[in-house]
């Protein structure tokens, strides 16, 4: 009887813990011309998908739209917003003008 409890409490355990990992959203951006924004998603396998959305300084609505879907299908895998260190994001030198980037980080609670 113990050893099935044993079994039983052990594949509770790993059925919970089995999408476990962080995965990663990072939107890179321009404030200036050439206007682009593109969100790289990398999963905790370490795949990664890149999907070009409207920038937001040339249409704020249709960028919340794209952003907010992208976001919605981590979530419906099973992932939820978690706290992110201090520090992630900024700013770096791409030729003469600057790229930004911010990042969401997602967890299997």
Do not use: C
């Amino acid at each position: 009887m113990k050893q099935l409890l044993i079994i039983i409490f052990m594949t509770l355990t790993s059925a919970s813990y089995g999408q476990s990992g962080i995965v990663i959203l990072t939107e890179e951006f321009t404030l200036q011309a050439p206007l682009t924004n593109t969100v790289y998603v990398t999963m905790p396998n370490g795949t990664s998908t890149t999907t070009s959305i409207t920038p937001e300084s040339s249409n704020l609505a249709q960028h919340d739209i794209e952003l907010n879907n992208i976001i919605n299908s981590i979530i419906s895998q099973g992932y939820k917003i978690i706290e992110a260190p201090a520090g992630w994001g900024g700013g770096y030198p791409v030729g003469t003008y600057y790229a930004y980037t911010r990042r969401i980080f997602f967890g299997n609670p």
